[in-house]
């Protein structure tokens, strides 16, 4: 059985079919790409996964639960964090205060949380940003501040929505570096979405390729790359040259 | 027991704020002896009042975010069922009271299902027509006495058990105790799980949710706790003006006035909902008196207050307490 199923998935927006008939599965453990042109559906799929929109068909099977239009907040209780493509820059908490939130989760007292939190960033090597506001942090660290908040929650399945983008090659290194950290050490399994190649390429074990709406190819990076309906929609013949 | 220690605990404020609490809790305690008025006593005892309200509206409105305008129903709810189990069974308040509480708290849940279904505007507007909507029924419900309203029996000697008395002085402390228990509620409050959740679902709605958070069960938990609280102050209104009809503890001005008080004050602080109450409940005495000899200028407070929330929040929408912040951040 696979640990996340998702069999023949669609969502119309009013004649823009955002996803068409999309199946795929993923396996416990697993470090999952999903890549496609800006517009071709991921964040669409996402959102129809953790249930922020309701697939016009189509299911979504969890660890053997049925999840199709489960509200978000259970999703994520039943396991699944997900981080947003577009952060809200927010005022009003202060980073500690917004992985507290994700810790309450799964705890009630605020000193467990609290202590929960703070180990977190620890772990992720931030604790000094604890006290700031994600309006007055650079976008690198308010990437990790959605990647704690959403850990905090205690996901068995990750899904990350471009959270390299808009970082420098380093802060990429350190982000794809901790990925694999939580995937092995954490045992957390992850799906991505990324628009950085190289990234997806070096990370994940398995990606999926969506275009306009459809899966056009599934399979291991190397093969990916080589693929013809995926250069032609997306890569370019330059990337598949170059490699 | 830690929720005690919570609520006691004073330590994650300023010095300068935990002195001003003492020296201000030491002027509440003795204001009675420095033999104000009573003019002034009833001011004293509208600010704890409405500090009280402005406290359990901070809930919902202030760290949850939401533009409630509907408390003025639960604060009927509170004060017509103690005056009528009073009136028909000779009921004492003490059960009176925590009766009127959790019909409120009832009531509350009744309404706030389909009401937390709205966001933004509509949902402001649609808890202006539910209350709305109870002061109407109220109006023209002879069995309680409809619009006429219903007066409480007098009793001559201090009477603990259904709380009445000739002096203000027993109201005042009455009031006063009220009062800290909503502080210390809220102080609570402010640290619980619900607290932080509600910060967040004001912040950023997706976010919350996407952290476990079922938004529309916490803001209809935190809707609940703010008409319990002035569910409480409506009783206090029934046995302290002993007379209480529709227009008096229904009305959309009070709803009004509870949340612009909150909102002036600052929304989402603790001390908030008091500095708004004690700025605009002298300001809503004075206006009422000097204003109320003339017939044409019938709402020309409301024009006053509108005038003030929009200074204020132009300039800082964090209120007064905003302000205060700004300026000892500019200070240090
Ligand atoms: N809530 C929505 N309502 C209508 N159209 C939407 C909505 N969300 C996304 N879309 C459209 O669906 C398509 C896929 O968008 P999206 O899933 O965000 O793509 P990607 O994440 O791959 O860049 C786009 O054409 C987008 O405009
Ligand atoms: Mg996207």
Known sequence: ?243 | MEAIKDALNFSDFSRAERISLIIFSLFLLIFPLLGAGSFTKTVMIQFLLFSLFGMGWNTIGGYGGQVELGKAQYVGIGAYTVALMMVWWKIPFWFSMPVGVLIALGYSFIIGYPLFRLKGHYFAIATICTSLVLKDIFDNWTLVGAAKGIELPIHEHPDFVYMQFKSDTYYYYFIMVLFYIGLFYMNWFRKSKLGYQLRMIKDDEDAAESLGIDIRWCKIKAYSIASAFVAVGGGFMAVYNLYIDPTSVMELSLSIKIALMAMLGGAASLWGPIIGAAFLVPLDRFLGSWLGGYKGLIGVDFMIYAALIMVVSAYQPRGIWGIIEQLRKRGS
């Open chain 1, 1 to 243: 059985m696979a640990f996340l199923e998702v069999d023949n998935i669609t969502k119309d927006f009013g004649g823009l079919v955002a996803n068409n008939h999309i199946s795929f599965s993923i396996d416990e453990g697993e470090i999952v790409g999903l890549i496609g042109p800006n517009g071709a559906g991921k964040t669409t799929l996402f959102n129809c996964i953790v249930g922020y929109h309701k697939p016009d068909s189509g299911k979504v099977i969890f660890r053997g639960k049925d999840i199709t239009g489960l509200k978000p907040h259970d999703t994520n209780r039943a396991g699944i964090g997900r981080t947003f493509q577009v952060m809200k820059v927010t005022t009003g908490m202060t980073v500690l205060e917004n992985v507290m939130v994700g810790a309450f989760c799964r705890v009630d007292e605020r000193e467990q949380a609290r202590k929960k939190a703070l180990a977190l960033l620890g772990f992720m090597g931030i604790e000094k940003i604890k006290d700031f506001h994600l309006n007055e942090l650079p976008v690198a660290m308010q990437r990790k501040v959605g990647l704690a908040r959403a850990l905090a929650t205690n996901p068995v399945l990750l899904m990350l929505d471009e959270v390299a983008s808009g970082l420098n090659p380093k802060e990429i290194e350190e982000i794809v570096e901790f990925m694999r950290v939580i995937n092995s050490e954490k045992k957390i399994t992850l799906f991505i979405i990324e628009h950085i190649m190289e990234m997806v390429m070096k990370v994940s074990q398995r990606v999926i390729v969506l275009d306009y709406g459809e899966k056009i190819a599934e399979g291991l990076p190397a093969d990916i790359v080589k693929n013809e309906n995926v250069i032609k929609a997306y890569l370019g013949e330059k990337y598949a040259q170059s490699h």
